[in-house]
């Protein structure tokens, strides 16, 4: 079945068929949703009903997260929300590569802002469910003051949040992984925390192009971070996948160097949550065999669809 919506949906503009997808899902909120009890584990002082979720950028104004976590999610991660509503980056920024099972991006947080964010957060979940909010500055906030975006947008959001992801590692938003140095970072994590009253967990989104990842993880763990989230999309064309496109790269061309962000920071006393390349039952369990607590899948969805989480669930 979902072989034959891709055939579809892959004939349209790839924003578009996304647009369409959320439709779907949101329609299907309004059903009842459960979680299912797949492997349940403990991570970031929160318990997951299973290990495998949807990662940030899909539902980026928390619009359909009740409908997509009918597909069998223990936690969805909504966003990246941005204080301000912006348009993102130009099109067209967002590519297909489906002879490599790849995505390009460069949307640069297009969204509603975190007002809508939080009034689509309000809805009644289904039980079990972790709903994370990844967050990130608005594109037009000079440097010095994205520091301020954070700290507002998790005082904003952490009342109806289970987790806050701090996003330091897109690479379309210029100049926001200078934020990913170990001190940018740790003194982000402590912004986010003294914002928030510590009421809930802080885990940061990290690159698989940092040269030393276990070094920013180990510095935002002092900083009191619970979890990090590896990795993000990739500016390196592996192979020359993605070569002539602008933007980060996902799917599977970015599994080996997002494994080996996994393996630098794991055993470091936080939360791994493994994001990258994720695109088989196989691939899911060896990340959680090389340290991850969870699992997240975003461009395998695209590819494979619901079946793909059924998988997972059962590697």
Known sequence: MYRFARAIGFRLDPERAHRLALRLARARGLLPVRVPDADPTEAMGLRFRNRVGLAAGY???????????????????VGTVTPLPQPGNSRP??????????????????????????????????????????????????????????????????PVADYLAVNVSSPNTAGLRSLESARAAADLVAAVRSATGDGVPVAVKLSPDLDDPGGVAAAVADAGAAGVIVAN?????????????????????????ALRSLEAVAGRGLAVIACGGIMSGGDARRSLDAGASLVQVYTGLVYRGPRLVKEILGA
Do not use: C
């Open 233 to 257: 999309t990739t500016t390196q064309r592996p192979g020359g996948v993605g070569a002539g496109l602008v933007g980060g790269l996902s799917g599977a061309p970015l599994r080996p160097l």
């Open 59 to 77: 539902d980026k104004d928390a619009v359909a997260w009740r409908g997509l976590a009918a597909m069998g999610f223990g936690h969805v991660e």
């Open 93 to 158: 920024r967002l590519h297909r590569v489906p002879e490599h099972e790849a995505l390009v991006n460069s949307l640069g947080f297009p969204g509603r802002g975190m007002q809508a964010a939080v009034e689509g957060l309000v809805r009644r979940r289904p039980d079990g469910l972790v709903v994370g909010v990844s967050i990130g500055p608005n594109a037009d906030t000079p440097p010095e003051r994205r520091r301020h975006d954070y700290a507002r947008l998790a005082r904003r959001l952490a």
